[in-house]
């Protein structure tokens, strides 16, 4: 089924104005009690506000309220970095082989046979099953961090856009909103052309890479440029990426600093310059709140300056589980850094998860506790920030991860009645929820006024 007829469908049986109201949420950026919100036919809210409309109010203009109880009522989450294909190892590389050293690179391996073995169909299987189950933990949009384009052996499909098609659809058939961020890669690092089993992720030139885009774009994907890393794309390279992405107004995304290698190699390459210091001479950091730098780990004080204006997505299960270090949140936050949140890897999927272990992994190693916390933002709201309106920003979408009036209605209900939610007082609700909490408890969610789960 092509891409226009899946939108038709989902576009043909628009919901009736209707509202909804709970026992506590967040609007606006604000925990409220009783929080009240209109939503029009086509899903986007209209009204917002605490408590029920004045009796006159309502008779003047009758909807349905749905009443969603003693639910907790959030905006929908943002994951900002998925590659939903690793999901198909997930578990599978937690046993040491002979020799095996079992570091980033061990596990680069084994995700790279996965990738070798997936076609249209398998593509297809593997990221619908992912984009269901971020659904389920809440997750209302994603930026798939895409890099899986062509045939094994680096030839194109019919379509040169075969495998980006297969991820629009599995988006399309769950429900799940998508920013496309359609990966750059052209080397294995300085001087090395690409591994065999990089070869399928490369375009034959930044040409047919652009022409793409562009066929993605003038169809109406919302997509991103995503240079994958410094070691794979060349600085003539991300020079062009850069000169693109601010003429089509799109954002960019790097994995940024995420091994000290990739560090070493950088400088090694680049006259002693980091990986962000050679996004910056590229151009791509000129646009403010225009480039995010996945993972950002080993970063220096200059790298810190670099990145004040821009984005940095944290992928905190990922980096525990592949080594790569921790994020340096509270030197990110104070310089002025919007934080993002991602799954990454997909080996777990929690937004709850992710957002908890930004303040966690400071305080073990910082031997304090509330790193994050600012004092004009409660820590549990700055979390839920990373979670939702902050990806929103770093996918260029920041209409999304907010219930406020003009935004549409993605949300989702957390059950109030959940054994992990039980007996927890009112007041401390959101804090349970985001410094002790899971996405165990999500119930229901809501992707432009269709309840999708
Ligand atoms: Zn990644």
Same mark, same amino acid.
């Given at each position: 089924?092509?891409?226009?007829?899946?939108?038709?469908?989902?576009? =043909?049986?628009?919901?009736?104005?209707?509202?909804?109201?709970?026992?506590?949420?967040?609007?606006?950026?604000?925990?409220?009690?009783?929080?009240?919100?209109?939503?029009?036919?086509?899903?986007?809210?209209?009204?917002?506000?605490?408590?029920?409309?004045?009796?006159?109010?309502?008779?003047?203009?009758?909807?349905?309220?749905? !009443?969603?109880?003693?639910?907790?009522?959030?905006?929908?989450?943002?994951? =900002?970095?998925?590659?939903?294909?690793?999901?198909?190892?997930?578990?599978?590389?937690?046993?040491?082989?002979?020799?095996?050293?079992? *570091?980033?690179?061990?596990?680069?391996?084994?995700?790279?046979?996965?990738?070798?073995?997936?076609?249209?169909?398998?593509?297809?299987?593997? *990221?619908?099953?992912?984009?269901?189950?971020?659904?389920?933990?809440?997750?209302?949009?994603?930026?798939?961090?895409?890099?899986?384009?062509?045939?094994?052996?680096?030839?194109?499909?019919?379509?040169?856009?075969?495998?980006?098609?297969?991820?629009?659809?599995?988006?399309?058939? &769950?429900?799940?909103?998508?920013?496309?961020?359609?990966?750059?890669?052209?080397?294995?690092?300085?001087?090395?052309?690409?591994?065999?089993?990089?070869?399928?992720?490369?375009?034959?030139?930044?040409?047919?890479?652009?022409?793409?885009? !562009?066929?993605?774009?003038?169809?109406?994907?919302?997509?991103?440029?995503?240079?994958?890393?410094?070691?794979? &794309?060349?600085?003539?390279?991300?020079?062009?990426?850069?000169?693109?992405?601010?003429?089509?107004?799109?954002?960019?995304?790097?994995?940024?600093?995420?091994?000290?290698?990739?560090?070493?190699?950088?400088?090694?390459?680049?006259?002693?310059?980091?990986?962000?210091?050679?996004?910056?001479?590229?151009?791509?950091? !000129?646009?403010?709140?225009?480039?995010?730098?996945?993972?950002?780990?080993? &970063?220096?004080?200059?790298?810190?300056?670099?990145?004040?204006?821009?984005? #940095?997505?944290?992928?905190?299960? *990922?980096?525990?589980?592949?080594?790569?270090?921790?994020?340096?949140?509270?030197?990110?936050?104070?310089?002025?850094?919007?934080?993002?949140?991602?799954?990454?890897?997909?080996?777990?999927?929690?937004?709850?998860?992710?957002?908890?272990?930004?303040?966690?992994?400071?305080?073990?190693?910082?031997?304090?506790?509330?790193?994050?916390?600012?004092?004009?933002?409660?820590?549990?709201?700055?979390?839920?920030? =990373?979670?939702?309106?902050?990806?929103?920003?770093?996918?260029?979408?920041?209409?999304?991860?907010?219930?406020?009036?003009?935004?549409?209605?993605?949300?989702?209900?957390?059950?109030?009645?959940?054994? *992990?939610?039980?007996?927890?007082?009112?007041?401390?609700?959101?804090?349970?929820?985001?410094?002790?909490?899971?996405?165990?408890? #999500?119930?229901? #969610?809501?992707?432009?006024?269709?309840?999708?789960?």
């Amino acid at each position: 089924m092509s891409l226009e007829t899946t939108k038709q469908r989902q576009l =043909a049986a628009p919901a009736a104005a209707r509202a909804f109201t709970a026992a506590h949420g967040v609007l606006d950026g604000a925990w409220v009690d009783a929080p009240y919100l209109e939503v029009d036919a086509a899903g986007t809210i209209v009204r917002a506000q605490t408590g029920l409309p004045s009796a006159p109010d309502r008779d003047r203009a009758p909807i349905p309220v749905h !009443d969603l109880g003693r639910a907790v009522l959030l905006p929908g989450l943002i994951n =900002a970095h998925s590659h939903a294909f690793q999901r198909s190892i997930r578990g599978a590389t937690h046993r040491a082989a002979a020799g095996d050293p079992s *570091t980033f690179w061990s596990w680069r391996q084994a995700m790279y046979s996965a990738a070798q073995r997936l076609g249209p169909d398998g593509l297809y299987a593997v *990221t619908r099953a992912c984009f269901s189950e971020m659904l389920r933990a809440g997750i209302t949009c994603v930026g798939e961090f895409h890099y899986l384009h062509h045939r094994p052996d680096g030839g194109l499909y019919d379509d040169p856009n075969e495998l980006s098609n297969q991820i629009i659809r599995a988006a399309d058939d &769950v429900g799940l909103r998508l920013v496309l961020l359609e990966v750059f890669y052209q080397r294995a690092g300085d001087r090395r052309p690409p591994l065999p089993e990089q070869r399928r992720f490369c375009d034959p030139s930044l040409d047919v890479y652009l022409a793409r885009v !562009d066929a993605l774009r003038a169809r109406g994907v919302d997509v991103g440029v995503a240079p994958h890393s410094v070691r794979a &794309v060349a600085r003539p390279q991300l020079e062009q990426l850069a000169d693109y992405a601010a003429r089509a107004g799109l954002v960019m995304h790097a994995h940024v600093s995420e091994q000290p290698l990739e560090n070493h190699e950088c400088a090694a390459e680049h006259g002693g310059l980091t990986p962000t210091q050679v996004f910056a001479a590229s151009g791509c950091l !000129d646009r403010p709140r225009s480039f995010s730098a996945v993972h950002a780990i080993h &970063v220096d004080a200059a790298d810190l300056a670099l990145l004040a204006a821009q984005h #940095v997505c944290a992928c905190p299960t *990922t980096e525990a589980d592949l080594g790569d270090g921790i994020v340096p949140a509270a030197d990110h936050l104070t310089r002025g850094a919007r934080i993002a949140l991602g799954s990454d890897s997909n080996a777990i999927i929690d937004l709850f998860q992710e957002a908890r272990l930004l303040e966690m992994n400071e305080r073990l190693r910082s031997g304090r506790r509330l790193c994050l916390s600012a004092a004009e933002r409660p820590l549990s709201l700055t979390l839920l920030d =990373a979670a939702t309106v902050a990806g929103a920003s770093a996918l260029g979408r920041a209409d999304l991860g907010k219930l406020a009036v003009g935004a549409p209605f993605d949300a989702i209900t957390l059950d109030r009645d959940h054994p *992990t939610l039980a007996d927890v007082a009112s007041e401390h609700l959101l804090d349970a929820i985001m410094l002790a909490g899971s996405a165990a408890p #999500v119930d229901r #969610v809501y992707v432009a006024g269709h309840r999708r789960r």
